[in-house]
């Protein structure tokens, strides 16, 4: 089978082929650290952990390197506001940042690169860029010359003409547009305000713009083309368009073969943003209990090039859909030692790294034929229920019936085969202390729901509800059926 990925550039899906050989060099725009991560890096940072992971998983050996914005505006404003440096904000918000991406299971990056820390790579693009005459200083700033790059607007598909013509209304012009040859031009530097941080340049004090953070990082980590270059689709212009002419103009090279883009969020029909009260972080969201990996699933269950919408009935439909997903993963601690799998008392026991899947089989087949498919993770998902649900039936079949239809070395090949494919895409769930192992016998679970009828019987509802919370509370999901039956599953 061969990898096919939707390159953004050209606009069509096109056969995988690294630059070297069983390696790729992937670089991801990261996040300006003055605020909490909201659902849009969530929803994007999921997505290229498991374009990672899957990578990986294929055989090849991924560098993956993404950048933290950590001197900007919107840090300048935040520090004013506060009454601290920018760089307590920026140092704050790059923790948040760890904090959030390790309880959604992302794993991380190679390297982190920070604006701050690659002024010296950044100062030297830029004079590049002026000795090659595409920009130029204007009163301490530094300005690209767009017009001077024939290939301007091939990865958005935006003409200057019609941009162009769309702007011919403005009136007023501002301090920095009067500072430059065309109004399409754009900061590689800026002079410093009053009070503001700044670092010393050839231009004069000041910092970088943000565009050209990105030119520098790649170039000083991964080197000057990369394999792939990936982001949000609001990043397509003008920061990856801008890129692209930073990088291209300076080097004489491609900057990245393949732009891949995720869609955006939407909340309820609308668009995330904060003047619209609609927006959410993802702390806020985990800590008001939702579960981590239905928030990673209900991501993953849509392509990661088309919009998603976050709406309390897709959330709970996503929660529903990780009960089912999650019973399968336990199946092993659940049913292992009672189906005498010979590794159930190993200490690795269901560590993914020291299982073998058959990859000829036919789930592993379909579930590659899937990603292969430019990532097509919800296809992929669809083969992970299939083998979780064929794993209930039978952990249902020798709960009730003391027996199973399939034998226990084929159920032992699912299971692994299952929990595998769910750690490719950063889906994991293991046992809760005292409920799946070591908790109650059969017996015991047995005798306390007939301990239940019984007091059912005798109209004591409080002592019936309190054992049900009981069973509960040990993992034992009690399931009331017509004609006075309980059947009863582990969760």
Request: with cysteine; proline share 4%; aromatic share 10%.
């Given at each position: 089978?061969?990898?096919t990925?939707?390159?953004?550039?050209?606009?069509r899906?096109?056969?995988?082929e690294?630059?070297?050989?069983?390696?790729?060099?992937?670089?991801?725009?990261g996040?300006?650290v003055?605020?909490y991560?909201?659902?849009?890096?969530?929803?994007?940072?999921?997505v290229w952990?498991?374009?990672?992971?899957?990578?990986q998983?294929?055989?090849?050996?991924?560098?993956y390197?993404?950048?933290?914005?950590?001197?900007?505006?919107?840090?300048?404003?935040?520090a004013?506001?506060?009454g601290?440096?920018?760089?307590?904000?920026a140092d704050?918000?790059?923790?948040?940042?760890?904090?959030?991406?390790?309880?959604?299971?992302?794993?991380?990056?190679?390297?982190?690169?920070?604006?701050?820390?690659?002024?010296?790579?950044?100062?030297?693009l830029?004079?590049?860029?002026?000795?090659?005459?595409?920009?130029?200083a204007?009163d301490?700033?530094v300005?690209?010359?767009?017009?001077?790059?024939?290939?301007?607007?091939?990865?958005?598909g935006?003409?200057?003409d019609?941009?162009?013509?769309g702007?011919?209304?403005?009136?007023?012009?501002s301090?920095?547009?009067q500072?430059?040859?065309?109004?399409f031009?754009f900061?590689l530097?800026?002079?410093?305000?009053?009070?503001?941080?700044?670092?010393?340049?050839?231009?004069?004090?000041?910092?970088?713009?943000?565009?050209?953070?990105?030119?520098?990082m790649?170039?000083?980590?991964?080197?000057d083309?990369?394999d792939?270059?990936?982001?949000?689709?609001d990043l397509v212009?003008p920061h990856?368009?801008?890129?692209?002419?930073?990088?291209?103009?300076a080097?004489?090279?491609?900057?990245?073969?393949?732009?891949?883009h995720n869609?955006?969020?939407?909340?309820?029909?609308?668009?995330?943003?904060k003047?619209?009260?609609?927006f959410?972080?993802?702390?806020?969201?985990?800590?008001?209990?939702?579960?981590?990996m239905v928030?990673?699933?209900?991501?993953?269950?849509a392509?990661?090039?088309?919009?998603?919408?976050f709406?309390?009935?897709?959330?709970?439909?996503?929660?529903n859909?990780w009960?089912?997903?999650?019973?399968?993963?336990?199946?092993?601690?659940?049913?292992?030692?009672?189906?005498?799998?010979?590794d159930?008392?190993?200490?690795?026991?269901?560590?993914?790294?020291?299982?073998?899947i058959?990859?000829?089989s036919?789930?592993?087949?379909?579930f590659q034929?899937?990603?292969?498919?430019?990532?097509?993770?919800?296809?992929g998902?669809?083969?992970?229920?299939?083998?979780?649900k064929?794993?209930i039936?039978?952990?249902?079949?020798?709960v009730?019936?003391?027996?199973?239809?399939?034998?226990?070395?084929?159920?032992r090949?699912?299971?692994?085969?299952l929990?595998c494919?769910?750690?490719?895409?950063g889906?994991?769930?293991?046992?809760e202390?005292?409920?799946?192992?070591?908790?109650?016998?059969?017996?015991?679970?047995?005798?306390?729901?007939?301990?239940?009828?019984?007091?059912?019987?005798?109209?004591?509802?409080?002592?019936?509800d309190?054992?049900?919370?009981?069973?509960?509370?040990q993992?034992?999901?009690?399931?009331?059926?017509?004609?006075?039956?309980?059947?009863?599953?582990?969760s």
């Open positions: 089978m061969t990898l990925l939707y390159n953004s550039l050209t606009r899906k096109e056969p995988f690294p630059i070297e050989p069983g390696k790729v060099r992937m670089y991801c725009c996040v300006t003055y605020d991560c909201h659902l849009g890096h969530a929803r994007s940072y999921i952990d498991t374009v990672r992971r899957y990578l998983w294929r055989g090849f050996d991924v560098r390197v993404q950048n933290f914005t950590d001197i900007d505006d919107k840090i300048l404003n935040r004013r506001e506060q601290v440096s920018p760089r307590e904000i704050r918000y790059t923790q948040t940042y760890f904090e959030d991406m390790a309880r959604l299971n992302i794993l991380e990056a190679d390297e982190y690169p920070r604006a701050t820390h690659t002024l010296d790579g950044i100062k030297r830029i004079h590049e860029l002026e000795q090659k005459g595409f920009a130029y204007a301490g700033d300005y690209y010359k767009v017009r001077q790059f024939s290939e301007y607007g091939k990865l958005s935006r003409k200057l019609d941009m162009q013509a702007a011919s209304g403005r009136v007023e012009v301090v920095e547009e500072k430059k040859q065309d109004s031009d900061a530097w800026k002079a410093a305000k009053p009070g503001e941080e700044f670092w010393e340049s050839p231009w004069g004090q000041g910092r970088p713009g943000w565009h050209i953070e990105c030119s520098a790649v170039r000083e980590h991964l080197g083309t990369i792939i270059h990936v982001g949000g689709s212009f990856h368009e801008n890129e692209i002419a930073q990088s291209e103009a080097t004489g090279h491609s900057l990245a073969h393949y732009w891949l869609g955006m969020v939407n909340v309820g029909g609308e668009k995330m943003s003047s619209l009260g609609n959410t972080t993802i702390r806020q969201m985990l800590d008001h209990g939702l579960d981590p928030l990673r699933l209900f991501v993953l269950m392509h990661y090039r088309k919009p998603i919408d709406t309390d009935e897709a959330i709970a439909s996503a929660n859909s009960d089912t997903l999650k019973e399968g993963l336990l199946f092993g601690y659940q049913y292992g030692e009672q189906l005498d799998w010979p159930r008392q190993d200490p690795d026991f269901g560590n993914s790294a020291n299982m073998r058959d990859i000829q036919d789930p592993v087949q379909r034929a899937a990603m292969d498919d430019d990532f097509n993770t919800p296809s998902v669809a083969v992970l229920f299939e083998l979780a064929a794993l039936r039978e952990g249902n079949l020798l009730h019936q003391g027996k199973t239809e399939v034998d226990a070395q084929t159920l090949a699912q299971w692994q085969t929990v494919l769910a750690q490719v895409l889906l994991e769930a293991a046992p202390s005292g409920t799946v192992t070591g908790g109650l016998s059969d017996a015991e679970i047995e005798a306390l729901i007939q301990q239940r009828q019984e007091a059912r019987k005798a109209k004591n509802f409080a002592e019936s309190r054992i049900r919370d009981e069973l509960k509370a993992g034992i999901t009690l399931v009331d059926q017509p004609g006075g039956v309980t059947t009863w599953h582990r």
